[in-house]
């Protein structure tokens, strides 16, 4: 599969947001050549299936990729799959590859995504879940132990749990802080979601790992000991290991851009996981490290490339965060900025698995949590987005 030739814009990383960028330079009617280029082997793939259903989802290439083989030759986008990116010129706008090749760009897209968080106390040999690989292998050895200890519970740790309990195995979910998602939901809902893990048979512990965690075998402070197939979910940090290199401007929350996706380089964007957007509250650098981020910034990030290259004025992305999580058939989810607030009302039962949770900064909705109601969801981010100026 071959692009047309001669400098054109090219896609380093080949998940959600560098794979929609992509397809929507097409969409949007650009002809010139087109390059991504994802790390891992195989075609691009719906990352959402690894966590949200680990033991049922088919993880052979044909059926998780995101398009078939021949929608890339009919888009004539060269996905050059199972090769590195080692350095960016931005001088001579070029990427050079770990094959030994070189290629040139007019717009670079830098969608690197993150890098799991592995604390001095994570054995090398517990896996973490970021690729389909992972979760293949993740998956074989439960097939044995039929016990997961996972060590983490945010989104992605209670999504493994209720993956594997929903397949009548054992689940253990470690999370160091006095709750469960803590860091995105009030405490309401985190009490909520725990009774529900804890109803389908979940344990659940709050406590700190001891010294340290191995592959088989997790030890926690109060001396219990947790034996199964250990796989860690403690979050993940931007990947700007590239960035870095070509001199590009990073903070603590990831590559630097501003309300365009462009970064402090000429004709380099960033978007995804990697990539820290002004927040819409403060303006101040801040990542998103959900699906819906990395399709929106994508997708935004692929048509100020355009205007860029029309010599237009790039649209402002702004962007009100949402997210979202599917557990023993619940469909949650969170819009705004739903933490770091006391006033928290409660409209249904969350009991019941029915209700919507809001937020509030004096009279202004700032965050909702919407349990069983994604229609409720949809609508307060659109209040939040109007009171802020923003589109969604």
């Not at 160091?176 to 009490?191: E, L, Y």
Request: net charge negative; proline share 5%; hydrophobic share 45%.
């Amino acid at each position: 599969m071959t692009a047309p030739t001669g400098p054109g814009i090219v896609i380093v990383g080949a998940g959600t947001a560098g794979v929609t960028a992509a397809t929507t330079l097409r969409a949007d009617g650009y002809d010139g050549p087109v390059t991504v280029i994802g790390a891992e082997s195989g075609l691009p793939y719906r990352r959402t299936a690894l966590s949200k259903d680990l033991l049922a989802a088919d993880l052979s290439e044909g059926r998780i990729a995101l398009q078939k083989p021949e929608f890339w030759a009919q888009k004539t986008i060269d996905v050059r799959a199972g090769v590195r990116v080692t350095g960016i010129d931005v001088d001579a706008r070029t990427v050079s590859l770990d094959d030994g090749a070189s290629v040139r760009y007019r717009a670079l897209i830098v969608a690197t995504g993150g890098r799991p968080i592995r604390p001095g106390w994570l054995d090398p040999a517990v896996p973490t879940l970021r690729t389909r690989a992972d979760a293949a292998a993740i998956r074989d050895d439960l097939s044995r132990s039929q016990r997961l200890v996972v060590i983490g519970g945010g989104l992605i740790g209670l999504e493994l749990a209720a993956s594997v309990a929903a397949h009548g195995m054992t689940a253990t979910v470690v999370e160091a802080a006095d709750r469960v998602v803590g860091r995105v939901v009030p405490h309401q809902v985190s009490d909520y979601l725990a009774g529900l893990h804890v109803g389908n048979g979940v344990w659940l512990r709050t406590a700190s790992v001891a010294d340290s965690a191995t592959a088989r075998r997790v030890q926690l402070t109060d001396g219990t000991q947790l034996v199964g197939t250990v796989v860690a979910a403690i979050g993940a940090r931007p990947d700007v290991a590239l960035a870095e290199g070509a001199g590009l401007a990073v903070g603590p929350h990831g590559i630097v851009v501003d309300s365009t996706l462009a970064t402090s380089a000429p004709g380099v964007y960033a978007a995804g996981d990697a990539a820290a957007l002004p927040d819409l509250r403060t303006g101040e650098p801040a990542r998103g490290e959900h699906w819906f981020g990395a399709t929106d910034q994508g997708r935004a990030a692929a048509k100020s490339v355009l205007a860029d290259l029309a010599g237009t004025p790039a649209p402002s992305f702004t962007e009100v965060p949402r997210a979202w999580t599917i557990q023993y058939g619940v469909n949650v989810q969170m819009v705004g900025w739903p933490t770091g607030t006391d006033d928290v009302r409660i409209e249904g039962s969350l009991g019941d698995g029915d209700a919507l949770v809001t937020t509030y900064d004096g009279d202004d909705l700032i965050g909702a949590v919407a349990v069983g109601r994604a229609a409720a969801a949809r609508a307060c981010r659109s209040e939040i987005a109007a009171a802020l100026g923003s589109r969604v």
